[in-house]
């Protein structure tokens, strides 16, 4: 068994890769962690999520100094489920104790730090661990993935984003024009923490991030193309639906784009619905991402769902694990 601990288990992605390593064959889930200051340590986990009751009831430690000493001795991995600013500050101290690292923020995902003040409101001071990292992006990326001490885990929107796109990239069937991504998250992917914009009853179908939401900076650094992506708040609870408007070069037909989606057509937790059209229902609460699409003349509309919390976070952050520890890549994960 590989212990693991998690840093920021009380939030949202947090407790779902709880509960993911509390049952997991091969995983044994060693510490659960959050703040110093936490209004929560000391309590269980399963106090905050009773439905877990029973299966993670492990305290919720505070992370002093004692804490890195107990994580460094105990732990082969930990997991940052914390936002960006803390792991940024968090991950050089983990990995200076040896330990391999899976942040679920988007502290190392950018590789160049100039871009950290523009899209995170912050200084990165560590362009060296943004060289070192790799991209948790478990499909595409799965040889770096295996020997990295840094893994930044893919962003939520970028995941959804990445898969239904790379395989038309890779086939060369886009034009250079910037590609549309329209796309609407449920509440969960704003954290748990209060906040009155992402309060559940004050949500109403809205966008944000015009222009400057971090994830656009991502997905065209992992994609190798230019994108204008603009997310949108939905009243529900959990999943990410994407609208994405391609281009296709002159002459694409369509057989040419289900060509180029078989690359992935045996990747376990891909399903390509060809013109069935993915739906939230459909992947939340499960790991799968669902491509579909339908074409028109060059254009295309290719439309890709995940559960922001399992494929989105915890689900992709457990295939890495599985990924780096030579595990089936979905040992875990499907039911
Ligand atoms: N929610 C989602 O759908 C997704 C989230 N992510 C990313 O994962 C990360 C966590 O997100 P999410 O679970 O939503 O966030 P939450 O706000 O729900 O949880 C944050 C966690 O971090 C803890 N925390 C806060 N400050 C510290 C600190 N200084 N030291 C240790 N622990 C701390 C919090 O506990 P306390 O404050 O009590 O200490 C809490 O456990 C973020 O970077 C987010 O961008 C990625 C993909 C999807
Ligand atoms: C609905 C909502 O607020 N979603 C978050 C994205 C989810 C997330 O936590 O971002 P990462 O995947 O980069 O870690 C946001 O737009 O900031």
Redesign the pocket.
Known sequence: MLNVSI??????????LAKLLANHPEFNLIGC?????????GKLLSDLYPEHTGLLNIE?AP?TEQAFVQIAAQSEYVC?????K??V??APKLLDLGLKVF?????FRLADASQYQQFYGFEHPHQPLLDEAQYGLAEWNTHAIKDAQLIA?A??YPTAALNALKPLKNAGLLTDSQIIINAV?GV??????ASLTTHFCEVSLSPYGLFNHRHGPEISQYLGHPVLFTPHLGNFS?GILETIYVQLKEGTTPHDVEAAYQCVADEPLIRLKGDKLPSIKGVANSPYVDIGWQQQDQQLIVVVAID??LK??AGQALQCMNIASEFTPTLGLKG
């Open positions: 840093i920021g288990a009380s939030g949202y992605s947090g407790a779902e962690y959050v703040s110093e200051q936490s209004l929560d340590k919720l992370l940052l489920c914390t936002d960006h803390v792991s500050s968090l942040d679920l923020s988007g502290g885990v962003g939520c998250s969960t992917g704003a954290g748990r923490k959990r922001n919390l989105g976070a």
